[in-house]
């Protein structure tokens, strides 16, 4: 594997290290709807990373260049490359559409059960701390996949967390 795939796996660890310190430091002092759309854009990008990590490894320079053309490419070679990702990849683009819909209502903030508020696709969606903590295992399974995939061994390790 070269550097640069290397790194993009570094760089999706690295960021499930902030989202860790987000939800486990911040959110747990300040309580507020901002700290929880921080912690789904860190993930987002922590996928987004692993993703590109897993198919710098797979296709060719040509191919490479038009599956990193945007999140949709790249979830649609992703899924054509590997189809035991599907609902992964289904978790990602509701966690993009989660991040870039509008925040309608924000519940007890700065309080214990602070709550986000929206609509994705015409469905309510209410995030907690308890939901952003679930987000957050399963993007952190998503990696162990990617991990599996690149390295073809279980041994994964985040800084802080194992």
């Known amino acids: 594997m070269t550097n640069e795939k290397h790194e993009d796996y570094v760089n999706a660890t690295k ?4 989202a860790d310190h987000l939800i486990y430091v ?6 507020t709807v901002d700290v929880i759309k921080s912690v789904v854009s860190r993930l ?7 993703m590109k990590a897993v198919l710098k490894t797979e296709l060719s320079e040509d191919d490479l260049k038009e599956a990193l053309h945007g999140p949709k490419t790249m979830c649609d070679w ?3 490359q590997h189809q ?20 309608k ?11 986000l508020v ?5 469905e309510p969606v209410n995030v907690k701390i308890e939901t952003v903590e679930e987000y957050n295992v399963k993007v952190r399974e998503f990696i162990q996949k990617i991990h599996e995939t690149l390295y073809k061994s279980r041994d994964l390790t ?5």
Not at 84 to 103: G, H, S, T
Not at 105 to 115: D, P, S
């Open 105 to 115: 209502e924000r519940l007890n903030e700065f309080r214990r059960h602070v709550t």
């Open 118 to 122: 929206t609509e994705v696709e015409g």
């Open 78 to 80: 992703l899924a054509k």
């Open 44 to 50: 987002i990008e922590a996928f987004e990373f692993a």
């Open 84 to 103: 035991e990702f599907k609902d992964d990849i289904d978790f990602y683009k509701f966690m993009r559409k989660l991040n870039k819909a509008p925040v």
């Open 26 to 31: 911040s959110l747990k002092y300040s309580r």
């Open 158 to 162: 985040f800084e802080g967390k194992n």
């Open 15 to 18: 960021e499930m290290v902030r």
